[in-house]
């Protein structure tokens, strides 16, 4: 088991964001996270990162208790993310964004890199080569000194991907990693997600793409105001009477207004 | 004693408040600092000096030319460095305090040019007029002083809750997107904020030469950093945070001054900067919330 | 002919060009993590102060004087920097201007220490003493065909160029390491930085610690080159001075703060007319680099630009050469 969450409920101020919500997620598995605009999908990736600190509740991470250490422990730990509304450090190069990702994994100070002794400039070179070799994963090996800001949308998904990936994680989080991406795009973000799956990375993801979402995960929980709806096989969630009824609910909301 | 030094201390922080009004009109609108507030105060001040010492004109005239001139002063510090960098992409939020400051630096040097470094008196007729009641000496001044602040901070209180402009500043104070979208035109608005916020600074200005009777280019830096520490202390945007602030602070200095080391008055409002942001960044009046002091 | 080309006052001007560029840098790289401080001339302050004074009382070394008031000025650095975390932007600026004042405050009130507004006279000054000991060791101005008082000012400035080289190697490499990347990453989005494992706390106060030490290094120097310090020299004006090297000469890259202090100092020298508005120009160019340039002169494209043409003309000399040789 990967992640554990225990009875996670978080209140801003008397709004509950997230009341009483459990699940686990296996070792290996692409675990997808649906529901309708503000179910709390992002506020549970939020408090499993420790961005927020859950009302009440329980997260462990390879069966240790990660709730309460500060955010880039838990990078440091394993598990990294990638943000809804893209967030890359717009003004550096491609190539550097994934260095920044491998932040964790190394350990030169100051001294080490100023002067540039031999085991900062070994750590340096093995940054450097994780990172063109995910770079070549994304597909964006040949925009290595394109400032991030001017990729592509669908690119900078594909780099945000690779910036976490650096961090050498054993949960990858995505938050809508398709959204705003056309049909070719969508289609090489599934093979990625496959291959990141193949290195041994485990996936929890937050997607509206349903097809999608269907076809890329082995399992997936439903939140909707909050609550976990269902959980389950896709096939088990598309049977599912409430979570059809929660979505058709949503879907004549949307109509009305 | 006690009672003279509290009377000092309120003429004086009522000055602070008028001066911190203008600071916190032009954050709630705009979420910046205007660096270049307490030098429009200054000149308000040598406008004072102009009028009254050297052409000789009575006081009230000394109040319409300051006014006319500091909010004149407002209008082209909103206009020359406020709007061009507005709503440009890429622009840091640091880059309006940086031109304020600017502006802050030009008018501090070219009073300093005109005026010379010294202080110049600010002469009127009733500076030295008292009153004795009982124990303690009250100056006419004084009592001008705290009358007019008060009765500036009435109407602004009013402005602000009951006209329509002064509603239109308030919904842009509190988001100027909902505000544009609900029909206010917040260009004019921030332009109004600016004015005002200026010409409040320039009757700042004369009520200090009326005090102090001495006027000098560097007063503006002082009382520029103390309006800031007043309305940190009084919590950013916060209208009745500024009053509060002003009066806490004048009867700190006063005290400071009158029972400790004079030398450190000044020190007193850095000193509540610093404290006020670091234990209770949100300010003594602000509404607690997690995006204060960020 | 040496003798004639080196005025001493032309070799005082570039002491200044030199340390200003130190308070250049200084500024920047609290910058370069996104912390706009403006309690570097309070920093400057402390550094020179703490230095003239341990010379003076206790006649230790200059450069253990120096290295102390940079030691001092780093302490400093890092108990605000601790607290100002919980600030940023303009809230930041604020409390460290505030924190200059109440340094420049406490210089000219606690007159047993400091002397007051006076200042301290006789601090001792770093290019007579180098005299000295150069001379002791047998040395003589005679010999480069150079009278005295050129030798002692060309040794501060050697000296100070030697340290500025340094200074700049060693935040050109730190720029470009891990460490580097983590400033610039907080900088660009403190969140994101965050999610990838990067300690916002220990590099925010690395960085603001780093401008403080520079600061206060400055200010140490700059008490042993003018043998005279008051607390005027390190108030809001010089805050400010500090500032416009940062954003006139560019705030995004190191070279930026090198040119704008190099320039900022030579201008008012070199135009005697714009020394006496200096001030004002100071308000001007803040005013309109903020609205036409506010990433100031230097930035990274024109960095990249200037590589460009220096490969280009390389290239072009190498091929005029090869056409020579046919």
Redesign the interface.
Known sequence: MVLELKNITKNFGGISALTDVSFKINKGEIFGLIGPNGAGKTTMFNVI?N?FLPTSGEISFHGEKISGI????I??KGI??T?QNI??????SVL?NV???G??R?N???LR??F?TKS?RK??AN?HKVATELLELVGLSNYEDVIAENLAYGQQRRLEIA??LA?NPSLLLLDEPAAGMNETETENLFELIKKVQQRGVTVLLIEHDMPFVMKLCDRIAVLNFGKKLAEGTPEEIQNNQEVIEAYLGSEEDDQIA | MLLEQLINGLTLGSIYAIVALGFTLVFGVLGIINMAHGEIFMIGAFIGVLVTSVLGLPLWIAFIAAIAVTALLGYMLERIALRPLRGKQGVSHLAPLISTIGVSILLENLSHHIFGAGNHPFRNSFAEIQIQIGSITIYIVQILIFVISIALMLILSYWLSKTKAGKALRATAENLETASLLGVNTKRTITTTVIIASALGGIAGILVGMAFNSVNPQMGLSMGLKGLAIIILGGMGNVKGAMAGGLLLGVAETMIVAYGDSGYRDAVAFITIIFVLLLRPQGLFGKNTSEAGR | MLGELLNPYHLQIASFIMINIILGISIYITLSSGQLSLGNAGFMGIGAYTSALLTIHFELPIFIGVILGALVAGIFGILIGIPALRLSGVYLAIATLGFGEVIRVIFVNWESVTQGAVGLSGVPHLGRELFKTVTAMGFEPEMLGLRNNQVVYLMVLTLLVVINILLIW?FI??NK??????F??IK??E??????????TYYKV?SFTQGALLAGFAGALYAHVMAYISPADFAYHRAIEILIFSVFGGSEVIWGAIFGATFMTILPEALRVISEYRYMIYGVILILMMAFRPQGIID?SLLKWIKNMIKSRRRTDHGTGTKKHN
């Open positions: 990162t961005m500060k955010p880039h422990k990078t440091d990294c993310r943000f967030r890359l450090f717009s003004q550096m550097e260095l920044v990702g932040h964790c190394s030169s100070g100051v890199s100023v540039r900062q750590e340096e940054t910036r976490a961090s | 060693f490499r730190q390491s891990r460490v580097g990347r983590a610039a990453a660009m989005d969140k994101a930085a965050e999610s990838m494992g990067i300690n916002i690395l990274v």
